[in-house]
């Protein structure tokens, strides 16, 4: 069973990805787009803010949770997903 930092780690990237979705729109194959970019974004930037070890990053942990570089590696990873898919939402739209 998962420990509480992953779990509530998880919950972040969920709630970004499904906010994103509400913001942006779509159908459920980019709402999982969304909630993928989430996770894998929010995983790389924990990832990263263990590795870098900064202060001010060390400023809002949560437990073992680096949230500032967690929810940037998250916003940045579905800010490229939205980028992506707007193109190929475009490209649908002038094919038809």
């Given amino acids: 069973m998962p420990g509480p930092n992953p779990t509530f780690g998880f919950i972040i990237a969920t709630l970004l990805g ?7 729109g779509g159908d ?3 709402l999982a787009l969304f909630l993928l ?11 990263v803010g263990d590795i870098l070890d900064f202060a001010l990053f060390n400023l809002f942990d ?3 949770l680096n949230i500032i ?5 998250a916003v940045f990873a579905l800010l490229f997903t939205l980028v992506v898919t707007s193109r190929q939402r475009d490209r649908r739209r002038s094919s038809r």
Avoid: Y
């Fill in 62 to 64: 949560i437990g073992a």
């Fill in 18 to 24: 499904a906010s994103f979705h509400l913001v942006f």
């Fill in 28 to 30: 459920a194959r980019r």
């Fill in 37 to 47: 970019a989430g996770w894998l974004g929010f995983g790389l930037g924990q990832l």
């Fill in 69 to 73: 570089p967690a929810v940037g590696g």
